[in-house]
């Protein structure tokens, strides 16, 4: 597994997140452990004193042989000098009586209030003795708790004062052995560790096999795209049985791949079609030149191939050029000159412009538009070539003794311009087409147009990056209107 794979991170961060909370809750079992063992212990402690307690009050009545003048308690309670006196009879009885109260590990000793020890354990040691004094502070009637170390071992002590006829006559100091508490502990630190490490480990594997098993169709759509080339652009993953976000994901997927094959299928239709446009002109001038050579070589002769090659180089050159600022609308937005123009002048100018054109052809021509100024944001050049199209079609497919007139209206920040014609109009089965490049209507009683059908396709580009549209309608054999909808500056 790679380390930069989403399976080995997605483990990884499973792995991570529980290791936190198994750690953060074996810190808390732990120290809750630990907590009832001491409080355990403090309690097996206070018992061990009180016990210890009733004991030293019942030797209050013993007196010693040797000396019958004090009772044992008052020598207790007055030593403070070397030895005590009876301090073998104790011992006896004590040796006795500790070993019933289960003090056999334990350690203590036993002193009055001037700090004299009156008793001790048999076991107590230097060591131990310099560690209690150590850690015993100096008790003040309290029971008190405390951590010692001594002979390599843990204890846990308690300085508690004993009291005799009902005041505190004694301090007794008493530490008993950690082992088993710690012993306890360290198991449950190595179980602890070892339970989580085994959870990790399991949690890891667990998680790469299901991020596997969710990945399987992240690799079934890496499979398919691999296979992908333009020859089986048909080719879909299947969306069936997918989880609901690579069920969108593959929809998306499966989406481009259809986009990109209509794309593709269109850029391939695009091709033919430049491919036929420039192939004809230059198949004509091939002819001609031929025609030329193998002909007599008079003047006339050569004066018209060059007419007809001219001609059809200029075709050649306008389709070219009018291909080249086609792409450019489509991929580049800011060849725009926008600037601030008035449509009114505008439209008066081209209709002086193009008025000859509809008189050679006895055709009647009329402007019919608002006489007040209409400013928009525009592109004066391509807006020409916009106007000059319609115009320019209408002219073409307009019979002599036909109309065709412009008129314009606002409406709601927007004017409406339409080049209305009593021309041929258009079938309705090519309506749908005419804005396709190259696409122009044959027909079988007209002579070519000598457009090169990229008229209106351009004119609707450069309506739509004014931010308007074109859009038509037509009745065949009675006339078009074409309207043009652009966005009215505001004032
Ligand atoms: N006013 C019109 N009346 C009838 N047909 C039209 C009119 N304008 C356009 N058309 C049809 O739409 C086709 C495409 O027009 P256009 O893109 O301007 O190409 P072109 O003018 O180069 O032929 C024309 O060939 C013509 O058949
Ligand atoms: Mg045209």
């Not at 008189?359 to 402007?367: A, G, M, Q």
Request: charged share 25%.
């Amino acid at each position: 597994m790679k380390t930069r794979s989403i399976r080995f991170k997605t483990s990884v961060l499973y792995s991570s997140i529980l290791c936190v909370i198994l750690t953060g809750f074996s810190l808390y079992l732990f120290h809750t452990v630990r907590k009832i063992l001491y409080e355990e212990t403090q309690e097996d402690l206070k018992v061990k004193a009180g016990q210890i307690e009733v004991f030293l009050n019942a030797y209050a009545s013993i007196s010693p042989k040797d000396n019958s003048s004090a009772s044992l308690m008052n020598q207790f309670l007055s030593a403070n000098g070397e030895g005590i006196p009876g301090q073998e009879i104790i011992n006896q009885l004590w040796i006795q009586d500790s070993r019933s109260l289960g003090l056999r590990k334990d350690f203590f000793q036993i002193m009055n209030l001037k700090g004299r020890v009156i008793l001790r354990s048999e076991n107590m040691t230097h060591e131990a003795e310099r560690a209690f004094n150590a850690h015993f502070l100096a008790n003040n009637g309290r029971v008190r708790f405390t951590n010692l170390r001594f002979n390599k071992t843990a204890f846990y002590g308690i300085s508690y004062p004993v009291m005799f006829s009902n005041r505190s006559a004694f301090i007794l100091q008493l530490a008993t052995p950690l082992t088993f508490i710690q012993r306890i502990l360290s198991k449950l630190t190595i179980f602890i560790i070892g339970g989580i490490c085994a959870v990790l480990s399991m949690t890891f594997f667990m998680g790469a096999f299901l991020t596997q098993r969710i990945l399987k169709s992240v690799m079934e759509v890496t499979r398919v795209a691999n296979n992908i080339s333009q020859k089986n652009l048909n080719m879909r993953i299947q969306e069936q049985e997918l989880d609901q976000e690579m069920e969108q994901l593959v929809a998306s997927f499966n989406r481009m791949i259809e986009r990109l094959e209509q794309s593709f299928t269109h850029v391939n239709e695009f091709s033919s079609h430049v491919a036929h446009e420039l192939k004809t002109p230059l198949a004509i001038i091939k002819n001609e030149l031929e025609l030329a050579l193998n002909m007599g070589n008079s003047k006339e002769e050569y004066e018209r191939v060059t007419t007809v090659t001219l001609q059809e180089i200029d075709r050649l050159i306008k389709t070219i050029k009018d291909l080249l600022l086609l792409a450019k609308f489509e991929y580049k937005l800011n060849i725009f000159k926008m600037e601030e123009m008035d449509l009114t002048k505008f439209l008066k100018d081209l209709y002086q412009h193009c008025k000859i054109l509809a008189v050679e052809k006895n055709i009647s021509f009329e402007l019919a538009i608002p006489d007040r100024p209409i400013l928009i944001q525009g592109d004066i050049v391509h807006l020409r070539r916009v106007f000059f199209n319609l115009i320019h079609n209408a002219i073409k497919f307009t019979p002599p003794n036909g109309e065709i007139k412009i008129i314009s209206e606002v409406h709601e920040r927007q004017i409406f311009v339409s080049v209305k014609d009593t021309g041929i109009g258009i079938a309705l089965a090519d309506q749908a087409r005419i804005f396709e490049k190259f696409y122009r209507i044959r027909r079988i009683d007209q002579e070519d147009s000598g457009g090169n059908g990229l008229g209106l396709c351009m004119a609707r580009a450069i309506a739509r990056n004014h931010g308007g549209d074109i859009n038509f309608k037509s009745d065949a054999n009675k006339g078009s209107i074409f309207t043009v909808i652009l966005p009215v500056s505001l004032d």
